[in-house]
């Protein structure tokens, strides 16, 4: 998967290890507008946002629930913030402008994935919470009130769906790969790679 720092290391100064960040609209203000000499509240602020969002980033993968405790926002916050597991809740009105624009670099793929993953659960969802109900025949002797056929028919359509999550998931890790994937889908050669 793509990602668009160069290390994760929230033991680092955010702005040393990704330097090309002082200088990126709006992440520069962020940046500027930490009056430390250190930079260190700023560097925490981008570790969050990078933390939630880019793959490089074992927080990334963790779902975002407020009602359970290892959400995502709650599991990053007690690691980076030292134990205050509401930090990023409380921050996050000041940083919605960042967390945002650093969203934007999402390619088509990965937009993709986010969507096939959300209507996923979703669905997982629906079928979880919904109890089959056999119905009740009606004066003209058929059942009426009868979910058992479209719950059926969902849980049948799963493998289905789940085939196209995972060309999609394979399209988003071939975009990170090193050689990575050029116009129609063919392998990069060592020019594309900047290698000659």
Excluded at 50 to 60: A, M
Excluded at 73 to 80: E, G, N, T
Aim: glycine share 6%; net charge negative; hydrophobic share 30%.
């Amino acid at each position: 998967m793509k990602s668009w720092i160069d290390i994760y290391d929230p033991s680092s100064n955010f702005w040393n290890v990704n330097p090309q960040y002082k200088t990126m609209h709006p992440f520069s203000s962020l940046y500027k507008s930490d009056r430390k000499r250190t930079k260190l509240d700023s560097s925490r602020d981008m570790w969050m946002i990078v933390g939630i969002l880019d793959t490089k980033s074992r927080y990334s993968s963790v779902e975002e629930d407020p009602s359970q405790d290892f959400s995502q926002f709650k599991v990053i916050s007690r690691d980076l913030c030292g134990g205050n597991e509401n930090w990023l809740y409380e921050n996050y009105d000041r940083l919605k402008e960042y967390i945002d624009a650093y969203s934007s670099f999402k390619t088509p793929a990965q937009r993709s994935l986010a969507s096939w993953e959300r209507k996923l659960k979703q669905r997982d969802q629906i079928i979880n919470d919904t109890d089959y109900e056999v119905g009740v025949t009606d004066q003209n002797g058929r059942m009426v009130g009868s979910n058992v056929k479209q719950l059926d028919d969902m849980l049948v359509t799963m493998p289905k769906l789940f085939d196209q999550y995972f060309l999609i998931m394979d399209k988003v890790s071939a975009e990170g790969n090193e050689g990575g994937v050029v116009k129609g889908d063919s392998e990069a050669s060592a020019s594309d790679m900047g290698r000659l």
